[in-house]
């Protein structure tokens, strides 16, 4: 699985937007790129994914470059809730494989 | 809608015993995964299932590791022996892969966090 580099932690405001790097440089042109978050105590949760072009969702925006070397998740309005780790993660659809191979994310803080 | 369902949520054991997790996935889903978690780690796939069969398990320490999914519904992952190192959150997750559908969203339960002594 190609392998995706991500800040260990950062730190937000409240009610600002937040935008958190990934940088996927070997990623090849059927790898997905994922984007799961864990909130403290609890199972990771599915947040957003995209091939090529950007994406939107009730949680989440994903804004992919357009070489496709880095991709940039944003949350439009931080609240406390969104205090989690957030994984980006690449799975290779090529051959069906649905395995997720986990990092070690970036943990995020917000600050009240 | 009911998610995935996981237990029990804490186990403390003595390294060399032997334990087991139990998992319902959600209604319908085909796919079942078992992941470890270390503390400070991201989970790491142990053994996946589609309905009974296991589609990869090349993680799975199988001298002391097994799984099964009977019937093709709820697992049960074992540890015998247990270890020091054995001590982690064991995550279950399903999916649901439609027809001709690409991509899929894997669904987690809470977890089990055990603690070998």
């Known amino acids: 699985d190609a392998k995706t580099t991500q800040p260990n932690s950062m730190e937000s405001n409240e009610e600002e937007p937040v935008h958190l790097p990934c940088n996927h440089s070997t990623i090849s042109g059927t790898d997905y790129i994922h984007w799961y978050r864990q909130l403290p105590s609890q199972g990771p949760e599915y947040v957003i994914h995209g091939l090529t072009s950007n994406v939107n969702n009730r949680m989440a925006s994903l804004a992919i470059a357009e070489d496709r070397k880095s991709s940039t998740l944003i949350l439009h309005r931080a609240t406390l809730r969104d205090a989690a780790v957030y994984y980006c993660?690449?799975?290779?659809?090529?051959?069906?494989?649905?395995?997720?191979?986990f990092g070690t994310g970036t943990r995020l803080t917000i600050i009240p | 809608e009911a998610g995935v369902a996981q237990s029990p949520r804490y186990k403390i054991i003595e390294k060399r015993q032997s334990v087991a997790f139990w998992c319902n996935p959600i209604s319908g889903h085909a796919t079942l995964y078992w992941y470890q978690q270390i503390l400070g780690q991201g989970p790491k796939l142990l053994i996946q299932?589609?309905?009974?069969?296991?589609?990869?398990d090349s993680q799975l320490p199988k001298d002391r590791f097994s799984a099964e999914r009977l019937k093709g519904v709820d697992s049960t992952l074992k540890i015998q022996p247990a270890k020091l190192e054995d001590s982690a959150v064991y995550l279950c997750?399903?999916?649901?892969?439609?027809?001709?559908?690409?991509?899929?969203?894997?669904?987690f339960g809470p977890g089990t966090r055990l603690t070998v002594l």
């Open positions: 997750a399903s999916s649901f892969i439609l027809a001709g559908e690409m991509v899929d969203e894997q669904f």
């Open positions: 299932f589609q309905n009974n069969g296991v589609v990869d």
């Open positions: 993660i690449l799975r290779d659809m090529s051959f069906g494989n649905e395995k997720l191979t």
